[in-house]
């Protein structure tokens, strides 16, 4: 498993931002993608529940001449506590697997409704 | 064809199905009965307190059994599950699954689905499938399509318990537990050509989801097999082919459907045959179902289009029984053709017969029922047309009845033919009932007499007679004697126009005509024995008043 730090912590504009391409290992068989959100530890991050931010990957089969949705989500700031555990949710998670390719090449977005202060990792297994 | 979620699939509890507070969790579905050629999907979640999940599908019905398509957990206990069976003959049962947490007890709560797909492949071989995990409110789990129209489900499990599942998409929501939540959900319609399908999962707060997203192949995979670069093909249509024969590659895929029945494109389910192409059947195209037969065309059933149903036959061309087109039901026989019975088209039901064509009953046209006649030509009946019931004979031409044309009923004659009259009852047009005639004719003077006058009528009218006679006679003067009948009665003169009805008159007197004749011509002796001296007028007045009196 190998975690890689697409957007350090930082207030990033509303918006578009775009990681990637990235070459996929044949090994690899899911990819994450973490998405910091509040938690009383830091409430300037992702604050307010208006506030969204929408996740997009894509994996190419042909080292990256086209490529296909592999996930997306769609949420809002805010501390939530997980019912669960009673924890605070540190970060919204996306987790797919990847269809098995020796030319794979991985790509994404990650839209912000308003300027917000995040960070986002993405980790392959 | 579409794959469509088949109306046989059990209703599945929206509680939950798989309750446990041990290390194993299992439940049963209702009783169901799958169609022949059809798929089952499995989709099931559970929360557990952790452990390795491992789960177990079973069932009753007849020889299916389950290959997984994919199991996904998450770090939390939360897990999701998908199986897949085929049914290749229709039979009747459950479907149990259980699930085991790997001996850590504790709760593990969550719910199945049983779907049944039909128009799915065959084979599923090389159907795709996704999984993974999210804490997002709101996502989409994908998968890449591999043929045009293929179906795509999705399970997905949120353990963390305290939100509502819901899709975009077409689902079904279960609620298992304090933190067991999960749902089923499917496109409404199938894919189009290959490519991303995704699947929406959505939970209201914090969710912790394990999901499934996969792929069910459509039958009909000819075309997109056909376009998909084998892969002992480079790519592009005139990429150069190092595979295995046509034949091999049909073996293979899953669209063995096609070439059913010598060429046939079809569908088949228990009692049901449906080809579509002409060479169907013997060259047919047809609908089949458990006792009915529709083929369609011109060389079905020795080159008839028709439609069979189990006791009728409906032919519709003409080469049909011997020639005819018709319709046949049990009891009842419509051929339509004119070389039909014996040359005649009719329509026929039980005790009924309706011959149409002139040939028919020795050339006549005629309705015939229980005890009525009717022909309508002259020829019938020795040249009569004419409407007979029972007791009833109603000839209408002048030749019938010995030349008479009449209205016959019991006890009733009434001629109408004029130029019969002449020939009819000695020229005399009458009404007859029973035991009573009426003359009604210019020549009514031919008879005797009416003799079917009331009494009192007759008594008044002679009466009336009587003194319009002596009225005339004060008025008028003495008219010359009639030699004749003064010969024929005496030395009594006769007024010339006078004729008398004795036989009216005898029947009066309740005598017969001769008895009162001879009474009458002594009374006249005497009279005029003793009325010599009298005057003639005044003689003759007298014996006529008392002969009326």
């Known amino acids: ?125 | 064809m579409a794959i469509v979620r088949d109306a046989s699939s059990p209703t599945t509890s929206t509680s939950g199905n798989l309750t446990s507070n041990g290390t194993n969790s299992s439940g049963t579905s209702a009783s169901f009965t799958p169609p022949s050629g059809s798929w089952i999907t499995i989709t099931a979640f559970v929360d557990s307190t952790g452990g390795a999940l491992t789960w177990s599908p079973t069932t009753t019905l007849a020889g299916v059994s389950f290959t997984s398509i994919a199991n996904q957990v998450n770090a939390s206990g939360g897990g999701a599950v998908a199986y897949r069976g085929f049914v290749a003959n229709s039979s009747t049962g459950t479907i149990s699954l259980s699930v085991n947490n790997g001996g850590i007890n504790g709760q593990i709560d969550g719910a199945f689905w049983i779907d049944v797909w039909t128009g799915a492949a065959q084979s599923q071989t090389g159907a795709a499938s996704n999984s993974g995990t999210s804490t997002s409110a709101n996502f989409n789990g994908t998968v890449t399509t591999t043929l045009t129209g293929s179906q795509v489900v999705g399970i997905g499990c949120d353990d963390d318990g305290s939100n509502t599942p819901s899709s975009t998409d077409t689902f079904n929501e279960a609620n298992a537990g304090s933190h067991a939540d999960g749902l089923r959900a499917y496109k409404a319609s199938n894919s189009g050509a290959p490519g991303t399908v995704n699947v929406n999962f959505q939970a209201t707060t914090s969710p912790v989801w394990s999901w499934i997203v996969f792929e069910i192949l459509p039958a009909t995979a000819w075309a997109s097999i056909a376009s998909t670069p084998h892969p002992g093909r480079s790519p592009g249509i005139g990429g150069a082919r190092f595979y295995q024969s046509p034949k091999a590659l049909n073996a293979a895929v899953s669209s063995n459907v096609t070439v059913a029945l010598i060429g046939q494109s079809a569908t088949f389910t228990a009692g049901t045959l449906t080809p579509n192409t002409d060479t169907a059947l013997a060259g047919q195209s047809s609908t089949g179902t458990a006792g009915t037969l529709l083929p369609s065309l011109a060389k079905a059933l020795s080159g008839q289009t028709g439609t069979f149903t189990g006791g009728t036959v409906t032919p519709a061309s003409a080469v049909a029984l011997a020639g005819q087109t018709g319709t046949l039901s049990p009891g009842t026989l419509t051929p339509s053709l004119a070389t039909a019975l014996s040359g005649q088209s009719a329509t026929g039901s039980t005790g009924v017969l309706t011959p149409n064509i002139a040939l028919a009953l020795n050339g006549q046209t005629a309705t015939f029922t229980a005890g009525l006649l009717a022909p309508s030509t002259n020829a019938a009946l020795s040249g009569q047309s004419g409407t007979f019931t029972a007791g009833l004979l109603t000839p209408s031409t002048d030749t019938a009845l010995s030349g008479i044309s009449a209205l016959s009923s019991a006890g009733t004659v009434t001629p109408s033919a004029g130029g019969d009259v002449v020939i009819a009852l000695t020229g005399v047009t009458a009404t007859f009932t029973a035991g009573v005639l009426t003359p009604s004719g210019a020549d009514i003077t031919a008879l005797p007499g009416p003799l079917d006058w009331p009494p009192d009528r007759i008594a008044d009218t002679a009466f009336r007679r009587k003194k319009k006679r002596r009225q005339r006679e004060i008025e008028q003067p003495a008219q010359p004697v009639d030699p004749i009948r003064v010969g024929a009665i005496g030395a009594i003169p006769i007024p010339p126009a006078k004729t008398y009805d004795f036989r009216s008159l005898a029947e009066l007197s309740g005598k017969s005509v001769e008895a009162f004749r001879a009474e009458i011509d002594q009374e006249i002796a005497r009279l005029l024995a003793e009325q010599q001296e009298r005057d003639d007028e005044e003689a003759i007045t007298l014996i006529l008043a008392a002969l009326e009196d």
């Open chain 1, 1 to 125: 498993m190998t975690t890689v730090s697409v957007l350090p912590t930082a207030t990033y504009p509303a918006g578009i931002h775009n990681f990637g391409p990235i070459a996929v290992p044949t090994a690899i068989v899911s990819i994450e993608i973490d998405i910091a959100r509040c938690t009383t530890a830091d409430l300037t991050i992702w604050p307010n529940a208006g506030d969204t931010i929408a996740m997009d990957m894509e994996l190419s089969m042909d080292g990256g001449v086209t490529y296909s949705s592999l996930a997306s989500s769609l949420d809002g700031g805010g501390i939530e506590v997980r019912t669960k555990t009673g924890l605070e949710v540190p970060a919204t998670i996306v987790q797919t697997g990847l269809t098995a390719g020796t030319n794979r090449m991985l790509k994404g977005s990650i839209t912000l409704s308003a300027a917000i202060k995040t960070s986002a990792t993405v980790t392959v297994t």
